[in-house]
């Protein structure tokens, strides 16, 4: 299948047709800003397919839209400070594509590197891919370290059968800071751990992002950078015993959603971060310090679930993003900040709320029927790709169709 791209960068648009008899109703088109935007065309889709949009980042709400495609092309068009995604399902709810702006990455494309039955190491295949391949990795465990490359899909069979494993080791499992618009999907990934360089080890905001390992790390680069503006995705992970699960340092303009943190000492850490991500439909449980860190971040924080930590979001400095729509339960404190008062978000307002989410148990974070979670995300509007309205937490919302 090829997906044709035409890829330019301000506002935020949709173009497409008439849904036809029974399909969801288009959302309302957004009049572009003045000035260059970015442009992805999505053709070759079948008639029945649903085609879910989520942009973020540009100082309006966030906003997500779905539609069940007649087959005709759609223009999706968004703004430069956008973390802009698009997803296709069947009818099924099967995955088609994820993309983001100006990631080459669909998780569909027509060359796919195997490890380890064609290469022996995912390092020596995603050395090998060009952008818009994919390194598909088998079940099984791995312990090496991963430097990605721009546009590349890195993808696991499935966050329950395939490992990246650090040991118990200082250091860092897939490092994406040189990888604009690659994808990181399917994986369980655990065992980082620090090393004794930053004076202070044990605080995630001592030292510079430079000082610390993370089971995926991004840091260092300009996402200002014209030629740098496809944010990685990170999503349908599993993220388990590590020191710090991700950490995204110095304008690492990235989307993570669709992810499990659990029993990590730190889930999500911002470090010194001075541009904008995504932070959506993300379960954190038993994450013993902190479950998201934000120093000098820019973060949309939506459709969380929050469990047991000892800091809910830890702030320090500026943040300016959206808090909408997360759920808390049992945390030591929901939310702690340095140098703000009043608080950063408060609970009852903007659809944050403290509840018992009720998840299935017994490690599945699932959610039980009657969960306060189910059908009350952000966004009513959007979709689930089975057609539901969106739920908060990591099986939720309109890019919930995980790779298993």
Request: with cysteine; aromatic share 8%.
């Amino acid at each position: 299948m090829r997906w044709m791209l035409a890829l330019a960068l301000a506002g935020c648009g949709v173009t497409h047709p008439d849904p036809g008899p029974g399909g969801d109703d288009p959302p309302p088109g957004m009049d572009p800003l003045p000035g260059d935007t970015i442009q992805v065309v999505l053709d070759n889709l079948q008639p029945g397919w649903r085609v879910t949009t989520t942009r973020s980042l540009d100082q309006a709400a966030t906003t997500e839209d779905t539609w069940v495609s007649d087959g005709s092309p759609v223009t999706l068009s968004g703004g430069p400070t956008d973390v802009f995604v698009a997803t296709v399902t069947d009818e099924t709810g099967a995955l088609i594509m994820k993309r983001a702006m100006k990631s080459p990455c669909t998780m569909a494309s027509s060359r796919q590197l195997h490890v380890p039955s064609e290469y022996p190491t995912i390092q020596a295949a995603v050395d090998a891919a060009q952008p818009g391949e994919t390194v598909k990795v088998a079940a099984g465990t791995y312990t090496e370290s991963v430097t990605m490359h721009p546009g590349i899909c890195l993808l696991g069979a499935g966050a329950k059968h395939t490992t990246l494993d650090a040991q118990g080791q200082p250091r860092t499992l897939v490092d994406l800071t040189a990888a604009p618009g690659a994808v990181v999907a399917g994986f369980t990934i655990r065992g980082s751990t620090q090393d004794s360089g930053c004076a202070q080890p044990q605080d995630p905001f001592a030292c510079s992002g430079n000082w610390y390992h993370a089971g995926i790390y991004i840091g260092g680069e300009d996402w200002n950078d014209p030629t740098n503006d496809a944010p990685p995705i990170i999503t349908d992970n599993v993220f388990a015993s590590n020191d710090t699960g991700v950490m995204f340092y110095w304008r690492s303009q990235a989307i993570l959603r669709n992810n499990v943190f659990v029993g990590n000492r730190l889930g999500f850490v911002a470090n010194h971060f001075q541009d904008r991500a995504l932070v959506a439909n993300n379960v954190f449980v038993a994450n013993t310090e902190l479950a998201i860190g934000n120093q000098a971040a820019y973060l949309d924080i939506i459709d969380n679930i929050i469990v047991g930590s000892q800091t809910g979001i830890r702030f320090m400095y500026i943040q300016t993003g959206h808090i909408e729509c997360n759920l808390f339960w049992q945390n030591g404190a929901n939310q702690t900040d340095e140098y703000i008062q009043p608080p950063r978000f408060t609970i009852g307002v903007d659809g944050n709320l403290e509840l018992e989410p009720k998840f299935v148990g017994n490690g599945d974070f699932h959610l039980q029927p009657g969960s306060p979670a189910i059908d009350s995300g952000c966004h009513e509007h959007a979709h689930e790709p089975d057609g539901t309205l969106p739920d908060r937490g990591a099986f939720g919302g309109p890019l919930a169709a995980w790779v298993l």
